[in-house]
Every structure is written in structure tokens, then in C-alpha cells.
């Protein structure tokens, strides 16, 4: 999607910024709350169930990013494929 979106960025920069703008805001929102969450959890005897918050919550937001980057690739195609 890089180097497409970087044929026409001044066009396509709006729809990338449409997906991604909105996760970045939650993900900046909800850090601290993450991250005390983990440290209430965190017991440094028993660190797995915290490594598994942790892990849970990457795995998630990485396939989140991944599959909607799959989405946003095939709308950039459909949308300016007759642009280029």
C-alpha cells in the first residue's frame, strides 16, 4: 500500500488518513489506561498473565491494522486505478 498511496498521496492521503487518524486518537486515549491496567495485573513472581494482556492486546491491534490495510489497499485500487 506504501508505494501506491505514494503514486497519488496528495489524493490518497485523505483516505489514509481517515482510517488511520481515528486509531491513532484511541490508541493514544486509552495508553495510560492500558498500561495501569497492566501494572495492577503485573506480579512479578507470576509475570505471565500479565505477558499475555500484553500480547493479547499487540496480536489484536496488529491484526486489526493488517486486515484493514488489505481493505484500505483494495478501495485505493478501485477508487484511483483509473488515475495513474
Known amino acids: 500500500m506504501g508505494t501506491l498511496s505514494s503514486q497519488r498521496w496528495g489524493d ?3 483516505d489514509v488518513n481517515d482510517v488511520w487518524e481515528p486509531w491513532q ?5 486509552n495508553q495510560k489506561t492500558f498500561e495501569a ?15 499475555e494482556h500484553l500480547n493479547n492486546y499487540t496480536d489484536k491491534w496488529g491484526n486489526k491494522v493488517v486486515n484493514k490495510a488489505w481493505e ?3 478501495l485505493l485500487w478501485t ?6
Open 12 to 14: 490518497m492521503r485523505h
Open 25 to 29: 486518537k484511541e490508541l493514544f486515549d
Open 37 to 51: 491496567e497492566a501494572m495492577e495485573m503485573y506480579n512479578p513472581k507470576k509475570p505471565e498473565k500479565t505477558i
Open 72 to 74: 484500505l489497499g483494495d
Open 79 to 84: 477508487k484511483y486505478d483509473e488515475k495513474f
